[in-house]
T-cell receptor
Framework: GNSVTQMEGPVTLSEEAFLTINCTYT??????LFWYVQYPGEGLQLLLK?????DKGSNKGFEATYRKETTSFHLEKGSVQVSDSAVYFC?????????????FGRGTSLIVHP | GAVVSQHPSRVICKSGTSVKIECRSL??????MFWYRQFPKQSLMLMAT?????????EQGVEKDKFLINHASLTLSTLTVTSAHPEDSSFYIC?????????????FGSGTRLTVV
């Protein structure tokens, strides 16, 4: 089956620090990969996505590259801000079996201090 | 962009009563809607998948008689928690899929915080 593994949190950083949140996946087919962000008390928002190997998704200073050889989709940001404090979810959709149900990682909490 | 409106955002109800949560896709037709439950500091637990005009498909361990899902139109799905108990207190999130946008087309509602007292 499909699965997504994210690094355990919380990740605690000072403002302007470099961020990496690791995400690896297993899939039976060729999935599309996503990062979602959840701010406190809210639903999930799509942060970025990639649909094929070597694609780089980017948004709001965040980036992630689809690495098929290492089955990874790590999230990075060069300089985090306090407003980036949230929970980040890595997810995949593998439509090869006809299912469009997303598979989510457990989420990684990011706390950024001033 | 695609917007999903979820209401109410917060609800407090007495034990034994029922609560209805609505999820509307505002600018697209949602062929499939998903209902998730999220416990504090945990990931999303998929409860059920519903396709417009057909019965919902519930995940293993989810009581379909307790969590009633209706997807009567392409823009509206409802989740009714029947005879709620304190253990049903949780954060419920809906997600709608716009089939025209392929595998990218998942938009989430803002969630409903249910507290059963």
């Amino acid at each position: 089956g499909n699965s997504v593994t994210q690094m355990e949190g919380p990740v605690t950083l000072s403002e302007e620090a470099f961020l990496t949140i690791n995400c690896t996946y297993t899939a039976t087919g060729y999935p599309s990969l996503f990062w979602y962000v959840q701010y406190p008390g809210e639903g999930l928002q799509l942060l970025l996505k990639a649909t094929k190997a070597d694609d780089k998704g980017s948004n709001k200073g965040f980036e992630a590259t689809y690495r098929k050889e290492t089955t990874s989709f790590h999230l990075e940001k060069g300089s985090v801000q306090v407003s980036d404090s949230a929970v980040y979810f890595c997810a995949l959709v593998d439509a090869s079996g006809g299912s469009y149900i997303p598979t989510f990682g457990r989420g990684t909490s990011l706390i950024v201090h001033p | 962009g695609a917007v999903v409106s979820q209401h109410p955002s917060r609800v407090i109800c007495k034990s034994g009563t029922s609560v209805k949560i609505e999820c509307r896709s505002l600018d697209f037709q949602a062929t499939t809607m998903f209902w998730y439950r999220q416990f504090p500091k945990q990931s999303l637990m998929l409860m059920a998948t519903s396709n417009e005009g057909s019965k919902a498909t519930y995940e293993q361990g989810v009581e379909k008689d307790k969590f009633l899902i209706n997807h009567a139109s392409l823009t509206l799905s409802t989740l009714t928690v029947t005879s709620a108990h304190p253990e049903d207190s949780s954060f419920y999130i809906c997600s709608a899929r716009d089939s025209e946008r392929g595998s990218y087309g998942y938009t989430f509602g803002s969630g409903t915080r249910l507290t059963v007292v």
